[in-house]
């Protein structure tokens, strides 16, 4: 004879649990930065707000420009490495687009600079351009071409097996 329940005691009901086969796997999330349409879009309409601007504002046209190549550089590497598919791990596609912006970008702006001062041309872009402007958006477009050189060496072979025999002989 089954035990009297007492008052206090819930009655034990059995759990629905769905079965194995009706488990559902969730979607993955819609990513509007893996479409094309949404880098040409954001090209076109960065172009219309930075020249709608620079007319409305009246900055001279040779600003905007620099203004302009800044920004769509910007745009079209984040674009590029957003839309290639990499077989590297994100983390050594960070380090290789990191590595070429901080050392071969600021290389190559460095450069520039010295040059640019030696020549006598710096004083002439920085009385068309402006100090300021010249300084930064020339930064921040080396800094790009940068990343833009690490991602092309993180794809080159020859520059891969490179690495590979560096990384041994200092014991990485």
Known sequence: MPKPRS????????????????LKTKPEPVNIT?????????TISTV???????IVAGIAMAQV??????ALSVIGVVGY???KPSILTTRTRATY????????????WATLVIVL???GFGLQVQAALGGQL???????????????IGEYLSTNNAFQSFAGKVKQKIGF
């Open 81 to 83: 490495v957003r839309l």
């Open 117 to 119: 001062a030696v020549t």
């Open 7 to 22: 008052k206090t005691q819930p009655k034990k009901r059995p759990k629905n649990q769905p079965s194995k086969s009706k």
């Open 134 to 148: 010249f300084i930064i958006t020339s930064q921040i477009i080396f800094l790009v071409v940068g990343a833009s």
């Open 48 to 54: 219309i707000v930075v020249l709608g601007y620079g």
């Open 97 to 108: 687009l990191f590595v070429g912006a901080a050392v071969i970008g600021y290389g190559i």
């Open 34 to 42: 893996k479409s094309k349409f949404y880098w040409i879009s954001l």
């Open 65 to 70: 420009g620099l203004i302009l190549v800044t």
